[in-house]
């Protein structure tokens, strides 16, 4: 049974991996659903949700006019992101084996998450849902204006497609972390991180 500090540790890392790959986040996003008799309860919640406009891309500037001097922080190849396309996730946080709950793929969790990020009319709303039950993926949109949203399991396991979803591993996750703070040392070095994930690994890198 996973213990609630673990669970809380494993979602902050996942956080801060990806506002790494420029999504902004949400955590623990609560589902509510009114019962038969007119009381509403959490049906469940959604671990990580995340939306990365099209293009986004965290620049440093070289001290040079232009972007075309700036440095671009590389993301992580295992998201394969599409670079011209609005990216949303939603994310299951599992300290053992990478899993997705059944509270997370029924319609009213799914419709409730994607309705939060906007990125479709309330019409394309149940042809979506109905892609990501079926394959942990849908597209929205017309050419120019896409938006693609993925099932991602994080966890003690291999990263790689499950079918139904994508699994991230916390191993990889972190791995990109540290590797990502190593790279960057000379710039991140000055900045006071107000991510307390990533304060702490700067300050192991420093250690190191």
Same mark, same amino acid.
């Given at each position: 049974?996973?213990?609630?500090?673990?669970?809380?540790?494993?979602?902050?890392?996942?956080? #801060?991996?990806?506002?790494?790959?420029?999504?902004?986040?949400? #955590?623990?996003?609560?589902?509510?659903? &009114? $019962?038969?008799?007119?009381?509403?309860? !959490?049906?469940?919640?959604?671990?990580?949700?995340?939306?990365?406009?099209? &293009?986004?891309?965290?620049?440093?500037? =070289? $001290?040079?006019?232009?972007?075309?001097?700036?440095?671009?922080?590389?993301?992580? @190849?295992?998201?394969?992101?599409? @670079?011209?396309?609005?990216?949303?996730?939603?994310?299951?946080?599992?300290?053992?084996?990478?899993?997705?709950?059944?509270?997370?793929?029924?319609?009213?969790?799914?419709?409730?998450?994607?309705?939060?990020?906007?990125?479709?009319?309330?019409? !394309?709303? #149940?042809?979506?849902?109905?892609?990501?039950?079926?394959?942990?993926?849908?597209?929205?949109?017309? !050419?120019?204006?896409?938006?693609?949203?993925?099932?991602?399991?994080?966890?003690? $396991?291999?990263?790689?497609? =499950?079918?139904?979803?994508?699994?991230?591993?916390?191993?990889?996750?972190?791995?990109?972390? &540290?590797?990502?703070?190593? =790279?960057? &040392?000379?710039?991140?070095? @000055?900045? !006071?991180?107000?991510? @307390?994930?990533?304060?702490?690994?700067?300050?192991?890198?420093?250690?190191?």
């Amino acid at each position: 049974m996973e213990r609630e500090s673990d669970k809380n540790a494993g979602v902050a890392l996942v956080q #801060s991996y990806m506002r790494l790959n420029g999504f902004f986040t949400l #955590s623990e996003v609560p589902i509510i659903r &009114r $019962g038969r008799k007119g009381q509403y309860h !959490e049906l469940t919640d959604v671990d990580i949700l995340a939306i990365r406009p099209p &293009r986004a891309r965290t620049l440093v500037s =070289r $001290g040079e006019p232009g972007i075309a001097d700036d440095l671009v922080f590389e993301g992580d @190849p295992l998201l394969d992101l599409t @670079p011209d396309a609005t990216e949303v996730i939603i994310g299951e946080v599992k300290i053992g084996k990478p899993r997705i709950n059944a509270g997370l793929l029924t319609p009213e969790t799914l419709s409730t998450a994607v309705a939060r990020v906007g990125i479709c009319t309330d019409s !394309e709303l #149940s042809s979506l849902v109905k892609q990501l039950q079926s394959s942990g993926e849908g597209r929205v949109g017309e !050419e120019g204006h896409v938006a693609r949203v993925r099932i991602v399991a994080w966890g003690d $396991g291999r990263s790689g497609s =499950r079918g139904r979803y994508q699994v991230v591993s916390l191993r990889d996750t972190a791995k990109f972390l &540290r590797a990502h703070l190593r =790279r960057y &040392r000379e710039i991140l070095t @000055p900045i !006071e991180s107000g991510d @307390p994930t990533l304060a702490l690994l700067h300050l192991l890198e420093k250690l190191d």
